[in-house]
């Protein structure tokens, strides 16, 4: 595989491909969880590690998977992955485990990554598919980070509130407030302003992939086709 | 004949595999963690109860000094109420009762009332909630000081009719747009309240529960 390659995939996973933006899939945690920018960057976090984990799980094993069992021994490869993950926040970010709570186990039900298992890792060598898992992972990461801190940003005016969780003591020193004395405006706060914040970041990308007009590559589409039908 | 049913068994022991590889992980992880987890939730509920008794009003092992109550009729709640004593040289100093108000916007609020020796409110707290953010919500500490307005009341300060929130005709602010949950947590503050005065030496005497280390 050469480097080219790679790039290919990273560019493909984290901008072309991307899960939240793109393909839509996964929205249950990142319409749930992006009331700040910390809870999307931990679960970002959290749905990289998982992706490149679980891919890579897949990929080393896929010469033993017959098709007729692959969708469950990814089911439980990924089942594997998430809850070990979930035990390692619940014993060292313990204060970020409690607030995202529910939406780490759910982590296992994003389609995005049974998607990429199938897609991609299940048909490629261990290093492209650890890539691929950073890319998509990267991809979705920053989405969620974007939608956060916008939601966060409107809805409250601060940006990086609750950064203890995740970075220990002098996290709280991060916390800018960028709009002194906000009321609060509920709508971000509250699902719906997850949808349209959400339909806003497409909107914003799509004009911008309209004004440079690249048609994707025809690997891309087979790509997403895959991923569809998941 | 014999392929199909040979490729099935192959399968089911290659998915079987997988699965036993995956708990061994799990169980191997969770023996990692496990102590852990039991140690930051204490260190969790320690914090929670220090927010309301400061440590150097009791020099007992808190978390240690605990009782269950079962009475589901007063609280109005199946749960068991967990107390926990502070005592300073074996004298007692507070009860601290996390109690569960049936009666919020979204299901349970669930309240860590500290009550002082004499009967006076050291402070509540609300543990955990699903009320409406922006509305209900402002009961937690993280969002509004409401809470701290039941320090020092206790069940003579304000009068039982006072104990209610000013809708009702009592003493206690609500929310613009929210009286249910600030209701549901007056009333469960009120209970508690009655409850100690009640009861006052039984929570205080009751021996601790043997250690039950079964999780």
């Keep these: 595989m ?27 945690p990142l319409l749930a969880v992006t009331n700040t920018l910390v809870n999307g960057l931990a679960l970002g976090l ?41 035990l390692l926040m619940h014993a060292f970010f313990y204060d970020l485990f409690r607030v995202l709570g529910i939406f780490i186990p759910l982590i296992v039900t994003n389609c995005a990554i049974i998607g990429r298992a199938e897609a991609f890792a299940s048909r490629n060598r261990p290093l492209p598919s650890l890539v691929d898992g950073f890319a998509t992972g990267l991809g979705f990461c920053i989405t969620l980070v974007l939608l956060g801190a916008l939601r966060e940003l409107i809805g409250q005016g601060t940006l990086l509130s609750g950064a203890e969780m995740l970075f220990g003591d002098w996290g709280q020193y991060l916390k800018l407030t960028i709009i002194p004395d906000h ?22 990308r799509n004009a911008w992939q309209a004004k440079k007009t690249v048609l994707p590559s025809p690997s891309t589409t087979t790509l997403l086709r895959d991923a569809d039908e998941v | 004949m014999s392929q199909p049913r040979h490729s099935v068994i192959r399968s089911s022991i290659l998915l079987g595999v997988i699965a036993l590889l995956g ?32 440590t150097a009003l009791y020099n007992n092992d808190l978390l240690a000094d605990k009782i269950e109550i079962n009475d589901p009729a007063f609280f109005r709640h199946s749960a068991a109420v967990t107390v926990y004593r502070a005592r300073m040289n074996n004298q007692p100093v507070a009860v ?24 006076t409110v050291y402070g509540v ?17 993280e969002k509004s000081d409401w809470i701290l307005g039941f320090n020092q009341s206790s069940l003579e300060n304000p009068d039982n009719d006072d104990w209610a929130v000013k809708k009702d005709g009592g003493q206690f602010d609500q929310f613009t747009g929210a009286t249910i949950s600030p209701r549901a947590v007056v009333r469960a503050v009120h209970n508690s309240l009655r409850y100690f005065a009640a009861n006052r030496q039984m929570l205080f005497e009751t021996p601790i529960e043997t250690e039950d280390q079964n999780e």
């Design chain 2, 125 to 141: 707290r609300v543990i955990s909630h699903r009320e409406t953010p922006g509305l209900g919500d402002p009961i937690d500490i």
């Design chain 1, 46 to 86: 959290a749905t990289m590690a998982t992706l490149m984990l679980s891919n890579l799980s897949v990929s080393a094993m896929r010469g033993l998977l017959r098709p007729e069992i692959r969708i469950p021994a990814f089911v439980l490869i990924i089942a594997s992955v998430v809850t070990v993950i979930e």
């Design chain 1, 2 to 28: 050469s480097d080219s390659n790679l790039k290919q995939i990273l560019a493909d996973g984290a901008w072309r491909q991307n899960t939240g933006l793109v393909v839509l899939l996964g929205l249950c």
């Design chain 2, 96 to 119: 601290m009762m996390m109690v569960t108000a049936p009666d919020g916007y979204n299901g349970d609020i669930r309240l860590l009332t500290g009550i002082s020796a004499n009967g």
């Design chain 1, 183 to 204: 009321p609060g405006f509920l709508l971000a706060m509250l699902p719906p302003g997850a949808f349209l914040s959400l339909a806003l970041l497409i909107a914003a």
């Design chain 2, 23 to 54: 708990t061994a992980l799990l169980a191997g992880v969770n023996e990692l963690t496990h102590e852990r987890i039991i140690e930051q939730e204490k260190r969790r509920v320690l914090q929670q109860l220090n927010e309301i008794v400061p």
